[in-house]
């Protein structure tokens, strides 16, 4: 199984306390990688690890040549909104060359500094490496915490089978189906791990940090209905 929801793996197979030697070594890491993803839904996406996202910044909607004859909007951008916590910038292009000349500020508003604006449109058929395009590579996400860490151990043994306080036997099967199947069955598990965090000290912690009111909803990230842009994943 591969991470779903999280961005990446809390743990790695060294860090589990519980007996998995009967377990294949990509039966752990399907484990673990699901464990991840429950903690990431059941905080309402505050735990889930370092993400790396690349997009395409551009004003409007349509593909755009900023020419005279346009009829699309072209109108320069003067700040980006980054997701977050903690953004930190992996690269930017513009019409395909290396672009230094910025910073964030406010945590996460990306402005140039050299008296510019950011292109307002762009080619989205072209790759980044042609002219007239502009990406931004970067990357956001907190570390995980070792109370996040533990609260993933304590799921992936109480998936095993071998900890006392679990009557679930065998690997959840999710490897290998569609995924409308994976998010099914991902929801299922999240459920399954909430009845049973009474005996998950661990994830009772995380969640009294994360989530004391219960589990948190999912946020939808739309930056274009408060700025007028939008960010094309790639």
């Given at each position: 199984m591969a991470l779903q929801v999280a961005c990446e793996a809390f743990i790695v197979a060294d860090d589990l306390t519980c007996n998995c030697e009967p377990l294949d070594p990509s039966d752990i890491n399907d484990y673990i990688d699901e464990a991840s993803d429950i903690l990431t839904v059941i905080t309402g996406g505050q735990v889930s690890g370092s993400c790396t996202d690349t997009v395409r910044p551009r004003n409007g909607t349509r593909v755009c040549g900023c020419t005279l004859i346009t009829n699309c909007s072209c109108n320069s951008i003067e700040g980006i909104t980054l997701r977050g916590p903690d953004p930190t910038i992996t690269g930017i292009l513009i019409d395909g060359d290396a672009f230094t000349d910025f910073l964030i500020l406010d945590g996460n508003q990306l402005i140039r500094t050299d008296g510019q604006s950011w292109?307002?449109?762009?080619d989205l058929t072209l790759a980044s490496t042609e002219e007239r395009t502009f990406e931004v590579i970067y990357t956001y996400g907190l570390p995980i915490s070792k109370l996040a860490r533990d609260a993933c151990a304590e799921i992936v043994c109480s998936f095993n089978g071998n900890d006392p306080q679990s009557n679930r036997k065998g690997h959840p099967g999710v490897r290998?189906?569609?995924?409308?199947?994976?998010?099914?069955?991902?929801?299922?598990?999240?459920?399954?791990?909430?009845?049973?965090?009474?005996?998950?000290?661990?994830?009772i912690r995380l969640l009294t940090v994360y989530a004391p009111d219960g589990p948190n909803p999912a946020v939808v990230y739309s930056p274009e209905l408060e700025d007028g842009w939008k960010l094309h994943r790639v």
């Open positions: 292109p307002g449109c762009q290998g189906m569609t995924i409308a199947g994976v998010q099914i069955s991902l929801e299922q598990q999240v459920m399954e791990i909430e009845k049973k965090a009474f005996l998950m000290p661990s994830v």
